[in-house]
Every structure is written in C-alpha cells, then in structure tokens.
C-alpha cells in the first residue's frame, strides 16, 4: 500500500500538469470508495446515501473557499466533520429501528436525489450551473502551485487509506465484520450492534466528507450532480470490480478505471459505459468477490488475512448465580398467543431443562428471557430488577449468556478471533478496541469448554468451515465468553450424535457445578434429559403444562399423554 501511494506520488511529480491533475482525482474519488467499502463491504450496511457526505463537503469547501481563501484547513476539517454528522444523522435515522436492506438501500438513494434537486435549485450555492471558480489552495499565507497541490491531495488520500485500513486490522475495525457476519451473536456477546453500525456510517461519512472537500479543492468546481445516482452509481460500480470489503480492491479499481476513462474518453467515451457495464457483468457471473478475491487465489491466499490472536486465561471471579424471575409472561404475534401465562424461577445452580414439542415456544421465551424479543405481557425480573424492555446486550452485561437454535457465529473469522471478540465486550477497560494486538483474556470456563471440545486445535479455521457440531460447541463457548452468571442454550445437542450428545450432558453438568450458575436448557433428547437435569420444565402450545424432576414428569399423565399424542 505504501509502495502504491508512493508510486502514486511520484506519477504526480513526473507527469504534465493534466494527467498529474487526474491522478489527483482519481484519488478524492478513491475516498468515495472506502467510503462505500466501510459500509457495504465491511458493515453490510447497503447506503446508496454516501454521496450526501460526499457532496455536502464539496459545496461547504467550494462557498467557503471562495469567500475565506486562506482558511483552506480549517474548512477541510469543516468538510470532515459534517460529512461524519452526516453519517451519524444518517445511521440514527436508519439503524435505530430493524430494517430491511431494500428499505435502507431506497431510503438512502432518494436522500442523494433529493440532496441533487435541492443543490440545482439553491441559488446561493449557484443552483443548477454549480460553483466554480476556486481560488487556489493555500497554506496559512503559503500559494500552492496545482502541482504542489495535487501532490498533497494524493498524499492525504493515501494516508486516509492507510489509517482506515489499519483500523480495519484492529478489532475496533473487526466488530463490524462481526455484526455483518452475525448481529444477533454480536448483541448476545454484549455489543451495541446498532451503536456498531451508527459509529461505521459516521467514520464512512468522514471519509466521504475528507473525499468531498479535497474533490472541491481539487477540481476547483462543484455541481449537483456529484450527488446524483450517476456518481454512486460509478463507485459503487468500480469498488464492487475491486472487490467489496478488501479496500485494497475497490481502491485501486477506482483509481485504475476512472484515470483509463479520462485516457479513453476521446477515443471510445460512446462505449465506455457499455464497455463498464459488459466487464462488470462478466465478472459478475465469472469471478466472485471482484478483483481482490481473484488476486488472492492466484496467489494462493485466504479470501481473508486472519489476524493474530493470543488468548490468555482471565483471572477466575467468584459471581454469584442469578435470579431470574417471570411474572406472567405473555407474547403474541397477532392474534396468535407463542407464549402464555408463564411464571418461572429459576435461582439455584443446576440444569433446567425446558422440553415440549416443536412450536410450544421455548425457543420464543428464551428470547424473551434475553431481550431478542419483547413480550406482550407479563414482567421479568433479574436480581430482583424489572429488565421486561432491556436490550439483548443489556442482558449479557447483567450475566445471562445465550446459545441459540441454529448456530449464530462470526462466520467469516476465524475460531480465536471469535473468541476474542466475544471476550473483548465484557472487559472492564475498552483499550483493546485500538490495540494492534490481538490479546484476549478468556474466562477459564470458556477455554475448558475449548480445549473439551477439540475447538482449541481448530483456532485459525473461520467459524464458517466448521462442521455442524463443532460450531455448536463454539456458540456454547461464546456464550462462556460473557462471563455468564445463567446460560440458555436452545437445542445444543441437535444434530449431534448419541455419544457425543451424552458427552455434552456431561459437559453442562460439570459448568452448572464449576461456574455454580443455572443452565436453561432446550432439549428434546431423553437420553440428555435424564443425565443432565435437575428441574425440568414443560412447555405445551406456550403454557407450562407440568414441572418437577425426571421421575415426577414421567409419572405425570398430562405430560404421557402430550407426547403420544404428537
Ligand atoms: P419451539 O422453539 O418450542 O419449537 P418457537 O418458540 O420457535 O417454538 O415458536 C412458537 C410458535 O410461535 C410457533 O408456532 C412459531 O411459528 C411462532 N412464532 C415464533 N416466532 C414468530 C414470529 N416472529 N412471528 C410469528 N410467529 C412466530
Ligand atoms: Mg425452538
């Protein structure tokens, strides 16, 4: 990367003044691409809006350029920084409550129309013509000459690329791959996924804002449509070539392609968007992942360089168990009751296993017992508080860890870096966030659980590529990871086999007994059932219909008779 923004430079210093002035471009431009990078390739977030941060710092440069000349930083810094209140309006807006990626996709390219039609018809920013008519850059009382100026705007520009990058290597950067690949584990591991989000639009935003300002300097001209649907749509064509989620990529693909349309633009300008188009396209359909991916398989790479993780055991801390309580609890979706009426304790060490047949509403009351989804009546109480509306991360703060029916990991990480992350959230200090290392104080039950499992010789494989059961395991880790003063596991045993499930029971019952907290278990495996739990708890079309001990729920006839009759 260096050697590329030192090359870079150097084409600056060598060519005519022209093409040294479109390599400078091609560098803003590069901005707009990060920018996207951040948030689709990196965030999965699907913005069409980054043109607003964009050409909102454009104009702001461009009016306050021409009427203070000499105040050229203190207004790139003005750029910067609306371009990242832009992204955090943006992300507030947006991200507060769940949406889809259609919706976020429209809404945020209608706000870049908008922002078009409302540029072409303000006057004062000189409406549809745009303004022009730059004075050149300068320096507190320093005149730059545009070669001068070219050389400093690629040269920010690669910095700004380094610095992104580097951040994108520390696990500050890594949480939103993290929330990408699986929000809800992210959330269960005890992070504002949507404060995750919020923050990437504002940083992207800053980017864009950087890209704008310097574009305005640059260029010395601005115009409505640099927030039109043909400026994104040209970067996000180019990123998407680079490949998203590499930087490297969409970087070098945006310089690359927007320098040949200004060679080309003579010669072949009436093909050009065909051109675009076709090789899109054929990438497209021939090699996934854009340019970067292919790169990297010829030579020999992972679509991914994992980073470096050292897991060290965390001091041991004596917690005491917690004491949940429902009062009550009721949830419907529409007319139809999932969960009713349902008044539970559970307080002591031990496992409790939650058994009934499939749509009875375990899965739906653990989700409610950890804030994934709300009830509709009815109260919750933790140590005593009323926690019925908290958040899912707030409930992992409070000690209760969770593993869900179908695995939920941070598919494209590796094992460690799972770990690491899960065990990041609940540390006391927030350092790590920008440490280059990767250092990781794991609670002793989770790397047991690691080592027990054979996760702890799988460390550098992504979770993705485990099989069925060992990503099982690695959830049921996870959950360790929070520190968790009650576990709820849905269905840990599925899709394991007879022996395996029968060395997971002895698993559970060897954490209730060290870690002396309550496991929630969701089970339908008698053979586990019978091994593992002290309490079970069963629930029929959302009511809890018997409770007691293995012996007293195989004597009852209402539980017989529910099960012959499924
Ligand atoms: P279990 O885990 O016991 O098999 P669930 O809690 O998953 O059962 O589901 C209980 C019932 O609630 C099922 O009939 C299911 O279809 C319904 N249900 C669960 N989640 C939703 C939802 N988000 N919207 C509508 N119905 C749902
Ligand atoms: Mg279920």
Known sequence: MVAAAVAAMLAVQAQSGFYASQIAQAATLALMAVSLDIVWGHGGIVSLGQTVPFGVAAYLTARLSIAAPSLALPIIALGVVSGALLGLLMGIVLLRRRRSAMTIALFTMMLSLLAEQLAAKLLVIGGFNGLGGLPALRLGPLELSSRHRDLLIVGVCAATVMAVWSLSRRPFGVLLVGVRDSEQRMAASGYHTILIKVMALAVAGAVAGLGGSLYAMQTGFV????????????????????????????????????????????????????????????????????????????????PRTPNPVELVPAPADARAPARLRTESLSCSFGAFSAVNDINLEVAEPGVYCLIGPNGAGKTTLLDILCGFQQSTRGLVEFDGNDVTRARPWTFTRLGVGRKFQNPHLMASLTVAENVALASFAVAPRSDWMWNRAWRAQVPPAALETLAASGLDSRLSATAGELSHGEQQWLETVLALCTRPRMLLLDEPTAGLTASESSRAAEQFRAIAQNQQIPLVVVEHDTTFIREASDHITVLAGGRVVAQGTVEEIEANPRVKELYFAT
């Open 223 to 302: 115009f409505p449509g640099i927030f039109g649907f043909g400026f994104i749509a040209d970067t996000l064509l180019w990123t998407l070539i680079g490949g998203f989620g590499s930087l490297a990529g969409p970087v070098g693909a945006t310089v690359g392609l927007s320098l040949l349309e200004e060679y080309l633009a003579d010669a072949a300008i009436d093909y050009w968007l065909l051109l675009t188009g076709i090789s899109f396209l054929v990438l497209v359909m021939f090699v996934e992942g854009g340019i970067a991916s292919q790169v990297r398989r010829w030579l020999r790479m992972a």
